[in-house]
């Protein structure tokens, strides 16, 4: 496992405000070790610890005096000794003294050595902060290292890339840094920081936590990088304020942890960032590196696991990437989608002129999203809904259960239904095509998807109206819809929706805008099993094809989608979220079998996508031509199915 972690990017971090004993180097350095062999413990591999750790950021004029500066070194060399024992790199704050200046410091520590030296840039002079007083800012710095040090390098011009995983680059900032117009993190990331640190002493007002975490939150999404917070704790001087140890961890726009405040021991916030995505996410983001990165040292250090601690996948991921787990996100979520698909539509409606719409009606999810979608739009515009032609188009393959459903909606919601058996026309084409009698393969399935097509082509041109498609996001990355037939229609409402928010937001409809009967027929058609109901039907009449029994389920290849085209992720590192994820309801020989298929299909497909109509892009995956996904539909998949081996 832990070489499965950092081959696919995942660095364990910590946010780590220790107790402190304040003015006390060497009993702070102790204190830091301590902490530092518990965050081992848990597998971090990067610790960063509070501005001015190692002597106490409130030690106010004491901040002048040699003995507490040497001691503040000697600390230091203490915790780089712990690095060498622990096998973690650290950050720890302390002042030092550089040609008779003195600097508000980060020092970078791994394995027994002190890699590099930042100072702080912007000083905070106003309200509660004096550090003017003391320190001098790194804008008029000139020495570039430090020999009181070895000779290590010193400035704000220092990354640090691991040898060993090169897409974890670490660059640090201390605090007021962050609040800054332009935060040195910016220029950190453009050069390559794919980790950035802030090492701080934020004080606690009314408020000011909700501020400070929406900085963090933010700033790690304007550098699309991971982003660790470590800021003094309750062990500071309460003189006249009060500090709480508030610990951070965001990774691109995401808060990944937070730590408890006001603790007087330890305060431990340990997490897990992924360089590798954050990496796919710059190359993807063509406005990241507008502008022109500065110039940088950068420092070679070995990452490595902890000593002793093998590094788990700690990360939570959901099954369902598409749909948020917060009840109150998904409601958001469920209303956004309406509005964008009706929007969509209604604006087809209006360039158009056409006052009626047509889909077929099958019972299912899809065509009852699409549905609902239509009677969204048509409210919006204020159109009659008898403009909406919904036509069940019973064939070989129609089961009676969804049939009903599809008649009992269609008279629920107020549309125009209109029935049109396909059984007598199918049975002609095949006829036509002297196609066996009885033999149901893909001539005889597909036929039925081509007839209900043109049936519903045709009826469009004859109300002066357009074809609304009921095909999903799902079924187009899979290819599983027949070309020229379901695949088809002058706008695709649904092209932006994965199955499995297609069902949540069936259900979420039927909960929140229905009742009655209507909610009942809903409720039942989420309750139905996917088919496209091309084979006949049970004696019973019951569903005989099952499309999860085909291509497998759709909430794995929901993930797999997510996950390869969101994140960009290798077939291997789908597979190991997967296995994380599904852990104890889906074999991992079960995951592999399906991810297979997944790859073989979406490279197999693309010539499908490659002729997709209009329609609306809903979240972050889409899969249009035009919109985010260029793909040649002659790739091969060989180098992805060879990677997941």
Not at 102 to 125: D, E, I
Not at 175 to 182: G, K, M, R, S, V
Not at 430 to 435: A, F, Q, T, W, Y
Request: charged fraction near 20%; aromatic fraction near 6%; hydrophobic fraction near 40%.
């Amino acid at each position: 496992m832990p070489k499965r972690l950092h081959q696919h990017g995942f660095v364990t971090v910590a946010a780590v405000s220790p107790s402190l004993r304040l003015g006390d180097p060497a009993g702070n350095a102790q204190l830091t070790l301590q902490a530092m062999e518990k965050v081992a413990a848990e597998g971090a591999e990067i610790a960063v610890f509070p501005e001015l750790g190692l002597t106490g950021y409130s030690v106010g004029d004491l901040l002048g005096h040699r003995a507490l500066l040497a001691a503040a070194l000697e600390g230091l060399a203490k915790v780089a000794e712990g690095t060498a024992r622990l096998g973690i790199t650290a950050v720890v704050g302390l002042p030092v003294e550089v040609d008779g200046r003195l600097y508000n410091c980060a020092a970078v520590v791994s394995r027994g050595r002190v890699l590099g030296v930042v100072p702080k840039t912007h000083l905070p002079n106003t309200g509660e902060f004096y550090e003017q007083r003391w320190f001098a800012s790194s804008r008029v710095a000139t020495r570039r290292d430090l020999p009181a040090l070895g000779g290590v390098p010193f400035g704000t011009d220092l990354v640090f890339r691991a040898s060993d995983l090169p897409d974890c680059v670490l660059g640090v900032e201390i605090c007021e840094d962050l609040w800054a117009t332009e935060p040195p993190s910016g220029g950190l990331a453009l050069a390559g920081a794919t980790v950035l640190a802030n090492l701080s002493a934020s004080d606690e007002l009314l408020g000011k936590a909700a501020y400070r975490r929406e900085l963090v939150r933010n700033q790690s999404a304007r550098c699309l990088a991971a982003y660790v917070y470590a800021s003094a704790g309750a062990g500071e001087s309460t003189t006249d304020v009060v500090y709480s140890g508030h610990g951070l961890i965001a990774e691109n726009g995401v808060l990944l942890g937070e730590s408890e405040r006001f603790r007087f021991d330890h305060a431990l916030l340990v997490s897990q960032v992924d360089v590798e995505r954050l990496a796919a996410e710059r190359r993807r983001n063509s406005t990241f590196f507008g502008a022109p990165a500065p110039t940088v040292r950068e420092v070679a250090f070995e990452l490595g696991h902890p000593a002793g601690h093998a590094p788990r996948l700690r990360r939570r991921y959901s099954q369902h990437p598409f749909v948020p787990s917060d009840a109150a996100r998904r409601d958001e979520h469920c209303q956004e989608i309406f509005a964008i698909q009706s929007t969509g539509l209604a604006r087809r409606l209006r360039h158009t002129g056409a006052r009626q719409v047509v889909l077929g009606i099958s019972g299912g999810l899809d065509s009852t999203l699409a549905l609902l979608a239509c009677l969204e739009a048509f409210g919006r515009l204020g159109l009659d809904p008898k403009g909406i032609l919904g036509v069940t188009l019973p064939g070989p393959g129609t089961s009676a259960r969804t049939l009903l459903n599809a008649r009992r909606l269609m008279a629920a919601t107020g549309v125009t239904a209109r029935e049109i058996p396909i059984g007598a026309a199918v049975e002609q084409h095949l006829r036509d095509l002297s196609h066996p009698p009885g033999r149901h393969d893909v001539t005889f399935e597909n036929a039925q998807a081509r007839e209900r097509t043109q049936i519903l082509m045709d009826l469009a041109n004859q109300g002066g109206g357009f074809v609304v498609g009921t095909g999903d996001l799902s079924e187009a990355a899979l290819g599983w819809c027949t070309f020229n037939a379901d695949h088809m229609s002058m706008y695709h409402v649904n092209v932006g929706v994965p199955k499995t928010l297609v069902r949540h937001l069936v259900g979420w409809a039927a909960h929140t805008r229905h009742v009655g009967e209507t909610r009942a027929i809903l409720e039942d058609i989420v309750a139905t099993p996917v088919s496209p109901e091309l084979l006949p039907p049970g004696a019973d009449g019951s569903i005989a094809q099952q499309t999860e029994h085909i291509v497998g389920p759709y909430e794995l290849h929901d993930f797999f989608l997510f996950h390869l085209v969101r994140g960009a992720c290798r077939p291997s590192k789908v597979l190991l979220l997967a296995e994380h994820a599904f852990a104890g309801k889906h074999e991992p020989e079960a995951l592999r079998r399906w991810l297979r298929l997944f790859l073989t299909r979406f490279f197999a497909q693309q010539y499908k996508r490659s002729a997709l109509p209009d329609g609306p892009k809903v979240g972050s995956v889409a899969l249009s031509p035009r919109g985010d996904w260029r793909m040649p539909s002659d790739a091969e998949a060989a180098a992805w199915l060879a990677e997941l081996g």
